[in-house]
């Protein structure tokens, strides 16, 4: 009896130290959009967004090797309609390049034309958590709803690996980093209400 609660006692522990293992690695591989937000600039709308997220092992091998690894930040604005299908009024999307240079021994970071080196992994990384003033809407573009949702998601593009990992992709957790879709409700700013012209007075009239 006393070697069954043993064997009870020793297995409930394994489970749970299994349990935590699993938590922390499913956490490790995880992107979390802590905060979103738009704001309305003389350009038009901008997103900023801060990103929680590491790199596990593989990843880290895998930039420390030459290996470009590709983050895409996804951006959905919709406005809802109830009698019909909710119209997609923006999907702008915006990409980081992050590779390292074994020559000069940095990492670079690259989005469009611009192009940014770090001395380590976690530097760019920082950079890659704060996302800024992106212009997700042109001013010409009219909302005409009270109302807007946003969804907003990082996630690593694994379809540029290179051929052989994407491959891997398929089955190994490893190789996938990604976020849910952040969702919030975005009140466009109301234009002002045209000011008022005092009509004049007509000549002779008494005062």
Known sequence: MRRAMTISATLSRFVVALACAASVYAKADEIEVVDARLAASEEGLLLSADFSFEFNERLQEAVAN???????????LTRPRWWWFDEDTANRHTQWRLSYHALTRQYRLSTGALHQNFASLDQALDVMRRLRSWQVLERSVRLRGSSYEVAVRMRLDTTQLPRPLQVSA???RELHLESAWKRFIFLPPQPPAPAQVPSARPEGAER
């Open 66 to 76: 030459g290996i470009a690894l590709y983050f895409v930040v996804d951006f959905e």
């Open 170 to 172: 398929l089955t190994n």
